[in-house]
């Protein structure tokens, strides 16, 4: 059985004196500690290393949402997963669709960065999706498979890896996938998956649905046999909507 799994993406949002107030409410009102639900933040670079410090003992984990694929060097402006691992965090979002369309991330360098993240200890929420166009033109599934298959030809296993399934038409449209458009992706996923690492991979892998996941679909997303959690964005700026979020899942979960 795999826990579920949901991780908020707080993208470029917050201030360093948010952090503490935010995870004492969520903290409080969540009822996370000793669920078997798993829980993720990916928070900006700078809030790091507080937004640790505040979860430290909870059980909940920090994730950085993108990193250099380089070790060091010179890079002006860029992290790379050593400098995101001392701040304190265990995971990195990579591939974000926000980072393929505005910082023009190939799936070659999404790759690399894989790569490199588990390399250097990091694990990777894997970010794939196809747009509005590519939906509408029926290459669903040849977009992601080969947004998955770039990355994983560059690995020997991608263990303990998560992958989030975006559609980027949904993400902070207000526009969700149905359940039954997500779990046929996440199906499809799973197989391209299976095909690289074999079934016991597959059948153990994370797979999370991002796009306006909110309070109220997040149950029927769930209950698909295939989706394991969600990548929130909007809806985890508020603790108190997150926190239910996350009781949601903890409910389906027993
Ligand atoms: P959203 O963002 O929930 O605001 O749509 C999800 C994401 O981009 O990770």
Redesign the pocket.
């Known amino acids: 059985m795999r826990n579920k799994l949901i991780a908020a ?1 707080w ?1 470029m949002n917050k201030r360093a004196g948010d952090v503490q107030g935010y995870f004492h409410s969520f903290l409080n009102e969540s009822n996370s500690k000793g669920s078997s639900v798993d829980v993720l933040f990916a928070v900006p670079f700078p809030l790091i290393e507080r937004s640790a410090a505040a979860v430290k003992g909870s059980g909940v984990a920090i994730a950085a949402q993108n990193m250099h694929f380089a070790k060091s060097g010179a890079y002006t402006g860029e992290v790379s997963a050593e400098m995101v691992k001392d701040a304190g965090a265990s995971h990195v979002i990579i591939g ?3 980072r393929r369309q505005y910082f023009a991330e190939t799936d070659e360098v999404v790759a690399e960065k894989v790569k490199s993240a588990f390399a250097q200890g990091l694990l990777p929420v894997l ?1 794939v999706g196809e747009t509005l166009e590519q939906r509408k033109s029926g290459v669903t599934n040849s977009i992601v498979s080969k947004q998955l298959e770039t990355v994983f030809a560059k690995l020997e296993s991608f263990d303990k890896g998560i992958i ?1 399934y ?1 559609p980027v038409w ?4 207000g526009l969700n996938a149905t359940a039954k458009e997500a779990e046929a992706v996440h199906a499809m996923i799973r197989t391209v998956v299976a095909k690289f690492f074999g079934d016991k991979a597959a059948q153990k892998i994370q797979i999370l649905y ?5 309070a109220s679909n997040l149950e029927q997303l769930l209950r698909k046999p295939n989706i394991d959690g969600g ?6 700026l508020d603790p108190t909507t997150f926190a239910q979020m996350i009781r949601i899942a903890g409910q389906l979960s027993q």
């Open positions: 993406n993208k974000h669709s926000e970010c989030a975006e949904a993400i902070g449209t991002g796009g306006s996941a909110n990548l929130v964005g909007g809806a985890s």
